[in-house]
């Protein structure tokens, strides 16, 4: 009997994922924690800190609850995502893996490698076209706006998709046995977490906080550049970057709610801003590693290390830090560093202090971004700075950072309330 590994690291739900409905015949659910993208470092710096690390665990933990109340098993792995897909493969005699087509250089070899002994199928499950209208790549524009044009008329979100029963899992008695190392790990780390707003339930109940209950989706073009607060954006981020949030579901909910409640400026602007998402996606794919080249997708590929002078590399701690004596900047920083999280407008403005007014490599400033950020994503993070770096798809982006504290912060309100709460 062959059994069928479902990959589940990208798609941490249960509504509309494909993947539950990829095969017939045996199959074992799986996740891999990926060792390197939580412990590893680059650049000289951890790749996640202990937050991201946390809430990764909680909301596989909370996948792996939905599952079995389902009788379905989930495997929970810890280490390099090839070497223990062909171990498991090996050890359950499995020949097919499905899993969601990814977006990032290190997951598309991992892929790659895994299709050398497995039947490999991959679905694209966390973009807007996905396969029904993936672009051309090679002639795909760089430029966001031409990609929008280009894209919006045609764009018919495929329907969510609606799961059919199925017996055929390996149930949580058979798969618990592989969990050690993950169990292991979640008594390590997960003790001190206090909200989750990672998880696929946290993620619904927000839609239909934001959207629904409170219409907040109502003034969002009007909101979105504060600061602060908790629902001046959507916040949807967090679990679109998990996986745990299917933008295919957010985006048939955001036009249900235009046929049936109200469409304005506002409701137009959170698609808008999906597709820039969307944008960044296949940008990645088109460029794959380039992405972390010096130059990005336009110098040539120069993969060596960002060099920081004695005083850069002060100046790059102090930024981290939030201590550059800029408040709008450090404000910033500090929140980030306090939550997990910031605003877009404090994204721009953070790394255009780091790039253009103390001129160190872009790369440094993703990186810590990396580390930091509770909804980091591959492609909007590293897509994100490149364009401000001018790396990317854009001529460089310099923010005059007081001019922008003026007329964002005004009275000064968002800087006194995070730099004074440190202070106390
Ligand atoms: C330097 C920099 C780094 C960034 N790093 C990330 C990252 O790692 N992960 C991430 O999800 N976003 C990133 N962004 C984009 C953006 O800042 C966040 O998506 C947004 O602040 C998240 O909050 P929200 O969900 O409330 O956004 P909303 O304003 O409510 O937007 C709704 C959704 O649209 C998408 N979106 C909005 N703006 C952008 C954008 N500029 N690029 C791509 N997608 C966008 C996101 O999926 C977001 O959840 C970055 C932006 C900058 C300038």
């Known amino acids: 009997m062959s059994i069928s590994l479902i990959l589940l690291n990208d798609t941490l739900r249960w509504h509309d994922n494909p993947l539950l409905n990829a095969c017939e015949g045996t199959k074992a659910a799986v996740i891999v924690l990926n060792k390197a993208a939580f412990f590893g470092r680059q650049y000289g710096l951890p790749r996640a800190n202990l937050q991201r690390l946390q809430q990764q665990i909680v909301v596989i933990a909370a996948l792996k609850n939905t599952l079995a109340a389902k009788h379905i098993g989930l495997i929970t792995l810890v280490g390099d995502t090839a070497s223990c897909i062909s171990a498991l493969a090996g050890e359950l005699n499995a020949s097919q893996l499905y899993c969601a087509e990814p977006v990032g250089a290190y997951e598309y070899a991992a892929i790659k490698s895994l299709k050398q002994t497995l039947n490999v199928t991959q679905l694209d499950c966390n973009s807007l076209l996905g396969d029904n209208l993936r672009p051309e790549l090679a002639t795909m524009p760089n430029s966001f706006t031409p990609?929008?044009?280009?894209?919006?008329?045609?764009?018919?979100?495929?329907?969510?998709?609606q799961k059919t029963a199925d017996e055929n899992w390996l149930s949580p008695a058979h798969t618990e046995a592989y969990n050690s190392a993950f169990i292991q790990l979640s008594q390590q780390y997960s003790t001190h977490l206090t909200a989750d707003t990672g998880s696929e339930a946290a993620a619904l109940a927000r839609l239909q906080y934001y959207i629904w209950q409170q219409q907040h989706i109502l003034h969002y073009k009007q909101t979105r550049n504060q600061l602060m607060g908790g629902n001046y954006a959507s916040f949807f981020s967090v679990p679109l970057s998990l996986g745990s949030?299917?933008?295919?579901?957010?985006?048939?909910?955001?036009?249900?709610?235009?046929?049936?409640?109200?469409?304005?400026?506002?409701?137009?602007?959170?698609k808008f801003e999906l597709l820039w998402r969307e944008f960044f996606r296949w940008q990645f794919r088109k460029y794959a590693n380039l992405w972390f080249s010096k130059g990005a997708i336009k110098g040539r590929a120069d993969f060596s290390q960002p060099q920081l002078s004695k005083a850069q590399l002060k100046q790059f701690n102090l930024w981290c830090q939030g201590n550059t004596g800029e408040p709008f900047i450090d404000a910033n920083m500090q929140l980030l560093n306090q939550t997990g999280l910031?605003?877009?407008?404090?994204?721009?403005?953070?790394?255009?202090?780091?790039?253009?007014?103390?001129?160190?490599?872009w790369r440094l400033g993703a990186a810590y971004f990396e580390q930091r950020l509770l909804d980091y994503d591959c492609a909007s993070n590293w897509g994100n700075w490149a364009y401000i770096a001018g790396t990317g798809n854009s001529t460089q982006r310099q923010f005059n950072i007081s001019k922008q504290a003026q007329m964002?912060?005004?009275?000064?309100?968002?800087?006194?309330?995070?730099?004074?709460?440190t202070l106390s």
């Not at 990609?147 to 998709?161: A, I």
């Open 147 to 161: 990609f929008r044009k280009q894209q919006e008329p045609l764009l018919q979100v495929s329907t969510p998709t």
């Open 342 to 361: 910031m605003s877009n407008r404090g994204r721009q403005n953070v790394a255009s202090y780091l790039l253009h007014n103390l001129d160190i490599d």
């Open 408 to 421: 964002y912060d005004p009275q000064g309100a968002f800087v006194n309330a995070i730099l004074l709460s």
């Open 245 to 270: 949030l299917s933008v295919r579901y957010l985006w048939q909910q955001i036009v249900s709610f235009e046929q049936q409640v109200q469409a304005n400026d506002s409701t137009y602007w959170l």
